[in-house]
């Protein structure tokens, strides 16, 4: 993807979508759009998924406890749509194993139940094991920190796993492969309308301050957290249908506590859950549930919910974790839909929504990573509508994502240095860094630390390590 070739399209064509916001949804929109054979443009104020899109649990799932909340149909549709994305981003998407320990022998049918009816939800053949009954011993050596006092077993079930930003990244390539143009770090400044209905956006080019009007039959919001706001743009005087709740997560360094499976444990203080997940050979902790005031860009978690995470995963593991041993933390903003008036953003439906103003501005809020597909799927259907588009189907559902292993083979076929690793804790390389910036339209350091790469998201100090050499080819390949 080149920047400069896209932004002259964006400036200069005429489309039938264009969309505002490059995170999962925004992302998917775009995938959609392009697939289906619309003119599509997507344009992003920050970093493709700079914000929630990058901070998530990094699960492609059902939601365990939503089934346990009797929302049956979100979790049915979301089991179908984990089976996708498995089998449309192998090179992305996994399974793993969950561990629920069970200290009273009655919680034992309980949440086995819970969870055959979670299998019987799914498809059958979506590549996932059933759930079963695994025994204290194996339990233990599967996942040595877990405590082994009164311990009676596990119950053992399967979700994917995935990394949030690098999937981000293969939409993005998947959109432009079929013709759309995309660019990061554009940001909307105003909406109009012209009196033959065509609708248009003036964009600032964050690099070079530069301004150009986006033109299209329809416009898509899907600023996430910061819908709301583009809402106001479109009609200042709409309500907001928003709220905000903070998730926050830890990651343990890896001599501290690991195993290669994942543990779900099962009841909080607060009355949610709390995954501990094996990721990038470290033990990945979270999430939190707290109301936020506002969106912002970069929330920062708070010293009460690492507490409360690392108290929680301490109640159910033999090893003491204390703050010194966190080697990152982050925090999300979900955009959760406050369709009903609520105090506790912990039982706001996570299903999506899709507007459309008396202008035709299409929002699409709410949902999660595993539903993206289908969220995107809903709000083009809304789209072809508000823009009156010709129609065309949906294809989604067997179109396999963009894989760059070979453009990073091919690098380093050329420059056998590339080779080298970033960090000698992680398996990332030179190769991978330059790639960001020359096809994945990395514009800074931070985009190939935090978002090609995830050694931001992974440990604090390895990240101040690498920050130099990035920078230098950051200089290198934008010379």
Request: hydrophobic share 40%; glycine share 8%.
């Amino acid at each position: 993807m080149n920047r400069a070739a896209m932004l002259a399209r964006l400036a200069n064509e005429t489309f039938d979508v264009a969309i505002v916001g490059g995170g999962a949804t925004g992302l998917g929109c775009a995938v959609d759009a392009a697939s289906r054979g619309y003119r599509t443009a997507l344009v992003e104020g920050g970093d493709f998924a700079n914000g929630t899109s990058s901070r998530s649990t990094k699960l492609v799932h059902g939601g365990v406890r939503y089934l346990a909340q009797g929302n049956v149909h979100l979790v049915r549709e979301a089991l179908y749509e984990r089976s996708l994305l498995l089998r449309n981003a192998p090179h992305i998407v996994r399974s793993v194993a969950f561990l629920t320990p069970a200290y009273r022998w009655h919680e034992i049918p309980y949440y086995l139940t819970g969870l055959k009816l979670y299998d019987l939800l799914a498809k059958r053949d979506d590549g996932f094991a059933p759930s079963r009954f695994v025994g204290r011993n194996e339990a233990l050596d599967r996942v040595p920190w877990l405590r082994a006092e009164d311990l009676r077993g596990t119950m053992e079930y399967h979700d994917g796993q995935f990394d949030d930003a690098r999937l981000a990244v293969a939409l993005a390539q998947t959109a432009a492969d079929r013709g759309a143009a995309i660019a990061n770090y554009c940001v909307t400044r105003s909406l109009s309308k012209s009196d033959s209905g065509l609708r248009s956006a003036t964009v600032r080019d964050e690099e070079s301050g530069a301004t150009f009007e986006l033109r299209a039959k329809v416009i898509i919001n899907a600023c996430g957290i910061f819908a709301d706001e583009l809402r106001k743009l479109d009609d200042p005087s709409a309500m907001p249908f928003l709220a905000l709740s903070r998730g926050t997560h830890v990651v343990i360094e890896p001599h501290a506590m690991w195993s290669s499976d994942a543990v779900l444990v099962p009841k909080t203080n607060d009355g949610r859950v709390v995954f501990a997940i094996p990721w990038h050979d470290r033990l990945l902790v979270g999430t939190t549930d707290v109301p936020a005031d506002k969106p912002v860009a970069d929330p920062q978690p708070a010293g009460a919910e690492i507490a409360f995470l690392l108290e929680t995963i301490s109640r159910y593991s033999d090893v003491t974790i204390h703050a010194g041993q966190i080697a990152a933390s982050w925090a999300g903003l979900r955009p959760l839909v406050a369709r009903r008036p609520s105090s506790s953003t912990a039982r706001v439906s996570r299903e999506h929504f899709v507007d459309v103003s008396r202008s035709g501005l299409v929002t699409i809020a709410g949902g999660k990573w595993t539903t993206y597909r289908k969220m995107a799927q809903d709000t083009i259907d809304a789209a072809i509508d508000a823009g009156n588009l010709p129609r065309a189907p949906c294809v989604t559902e067997r179109l396999a994502l963009h894989d760059a292993a070979s453009e990073i083979d091919e690098l380093v076929a050329a420059r056998p240095e590339l080779a080298q690793r970033l960090h000698p804790d992680f398996p990332y390389t030179l190769a991978d860094a330059v790639n960001g910036f020359r096809t994945e339209m990395a514009r800074t350091a931070g985009d190939v630390l935090f978002r090609r790469t995830r050694i931001g998201m992974l440990d604090a100090r390895a990240t101040q390590a690498c920050l130099e050499e990035v920078e230098r080819m950051r200089a290198a390949e934008q010379a």
